[in-house]
Structures are given as C-alpha cells and as structure tokens.
C-alpha cells in the first residue's frame, strides 16, 4: 500500500513562505512524477508544481518564479515564497507510479494539508 503524508500547512501573512513536505511509505517499482496540486473552495484541483522521473519540473503559471519543488528517494518539497492570499488553497502531494508486479501507472494521493494566506 501506498501511502503519502503531507505536513507543513498553516496560517501565512501575504508575502510569507511557508514549506510543504510530502513523505511517501510503501513499495513503488517506478515512479513517473511526484508532485504537489492544490484545490480551492468551488474550483477545480490544478496543478501548482511537479518533477518528472529525470529532474524536469514544471509549475503552474500562476506559481512560476515564487514556488521551488525538491525531492529526494521517499519525499517531496515545495518551498513557496511570497505568498497571496489567492494560494489559499488545500494542498494535495501525489505520485504517479507502477507498483511491483503491475504494468500500469496509478496516481495516489495524500490527505491534503491547508494554506491560508491572510493578514
């Protein structure tokens, strides 16, 4: 069984950063990308940053230039910098990976942690 565990979330003034880390358990074969999504009140879930197997990353728009992810065998980063109040959001880790024994991909995700940024 897969498991993913985020923690790092809380409460930010706007121009803040905060670091979210992601612990992956479980046995993967391969893994295609780790990344970190995000999903606000009423909007759909979107991508904010991710690494593909290989080291390329690739960010949200609406991200690039504030937010840094990093990963390393069992874990995943994102370190987000200056901070507005529109990256309130529950923040969603997921790794994307084949098990041992299975030749498909499977997305699996953490529980979420909060962002709130408000003065």
């Known amino acids: 069984q897969v498991q993913l565990v985020e923690s790092g979330g809380g409460l930010v003034q706007p121009g803040g950063s905060l670091t979210l880390s992601c612990t992956r358990s479980g046995s993967i074969f391969m893994i295609a990308t780790m990344g970190w999504y995000r999903q606000a009140p009423g909007k759909q879930r979107e991508l904010v940053a991710e690494i593909v197997n290989g080291g390329t990353t690739n960010y949200g728009d609406s991200v690039k230039g504030r937010f840094t992810i990093s990963r390393d065998a069992a874990n995943v980063y994102l370190q987000m910098n200056s901070l507005k109040p529109e990256d309130s959001a529950a923040y969603f880790c997921?790794?994307?990976?084949?098990?041992?024994?299975?030749?498909?991909?499977?997305?699996?995700w953490g529980q979420g942690t909060q962002v709130t940024v408000a003065s």
């Open positions: 997921n790794v994307r990976a084949r098990r041992w024994g299975n030749s498909n991909y499977a997305d699996y």
